[in-house]
């Protein structure tokens, strides 16, 4: 969640009485349970899962029954029929990121399509304001984008997958790059090596303060290489040693995706931005960034009515 926010929520769990101490507290005031590690897995998957299945179709689906015009995300997944997850190795060459969805879908909505019910969650883009959002119409009316966070989500999300069935791809550098650094840097990247490796990497110590890069992550090779090294050296030391590297990966990858998203003022076209609409659909979690902020919002068309006092 952004900064300083935390849920709140009501939680209704049933097990069996035997399973639960209910004399610990005097008042009551709480219980313990007899496997309390069991009870915590449990509860643990369950909301990572529900979580982690909300896509933009769910709260487009909680809003329409709700009509409530806020962002708030839902956790029962609905069909619309979209594609599943991408595959790993759609992570292989994030360049054509866009490319492989250039012309899926119509550069605007038409009648027939609303009637028949055929438009996406997100809509199809429309325009790109001041090189930052992305504004799409869709069924309900119209869809604000933000395109670094959306792309930063979705890029971190096939890293992660990527990790986890095969690891992170990565391609050789044409010309290796040096890059000065502090000695202190140039020992972590010499002892982090494999996590390196692990990470798409191949650096190598070249003197004292200096260090050689010579292979990258595909899907990061037009980011600037430096600053990501450096960003990730800098995680690298903050965490120190290898078991608190290894609980902290995802917040590795994380930083590593900011890298590789699209910055603010690059002027998309209009299959573009659709790509990306496509892509966050089909992308977990893709309501948020990776620092919890919204990637995406929705103005009904009678909110807009609101704004302009149409039929009163």
Request: glycine share 6%; hydrophobic share 35%.
């Amino acid at each position: 969640l952004y900064h300083g926010r935390h849920p709140a929520f009501v939680l209704y769990f049933e097990c069996d009485p035997a399973n639960v101490d209910v004399n610990v507290h005097p008042t009551k005031h709480e219980v313990r349970f007899r496997d309390g590690r069991q009870v915590h897995d449990f509860l643990f998957r369950s909301l990572h899962r529900a979580l982690a299945d909300t896509r933009p179709d769910d709260v487009l689906a909680r809003k329409a029954e709700s009509s409530t015009p806020a962002y708030e995300p839902s956790y029962s997944q609905q069909s619309f029929g979209l594609p599943g997850q991408p595959s790993p190795s759609a992570i292989g060459d994030q360049r054509s990121f866009y490319e492989s969805l250039r012309n899926s879908a119509p550069a605007e909505l038409t009648p027939s399509q609303t009637a028949a019910g055929e438009v996406p969650p997100l809509g199809y883009a429309l325009a790109q304001l001041k090189g930052i959002y992305i504004l799409a119409e869709n069924a309900e009316g119209l869809v604000l984008v933000d395109m670094h966070a959306a792309h930063e989500r979705i890029t971190y999300e096939r890293m992660k997958t990527a990790r986890e069935e095969g690891g992170i791809r990565s391609q050789p550098l044409l010309v290796p790059l040096t890059l000065a650094v502090s000695q202190r840097e140039a020992d972590c990247a010499e002892q982090q090596s494999e996590h390196f490796a692990e990470l798409g990497f191949e650096i190598t110590r070249a003197g004292t303060e200096s260090l050689l890069i010579r292979q990258v992550p595909i899907a990061l090779a037009d980011a600037d290489i430096p600053s990501l090294v450096r960003d990730v050296l800098a995680d690298l030391i903050e965490y120190g040693s290898s078991d608190r590297i290894r609980a902290h990966e995802n917040e590795i990858l994380s930083t590593m995706a900011c890298h590789g998203s699209v910055r603010a003022n690059r002027r998309l076209t209009i299959p573009e931005m659709n790509a990306l609409l496509r892509d966050m659909e089909a992308t977990e979690r893709s309501g948020q960034c990776n620092h919890g902020r919204p990637t995406w919002t929705q103005l009904r068309l009678e909110e807009l009515d609101k704004l302009f006092l149409r039929g009163r």
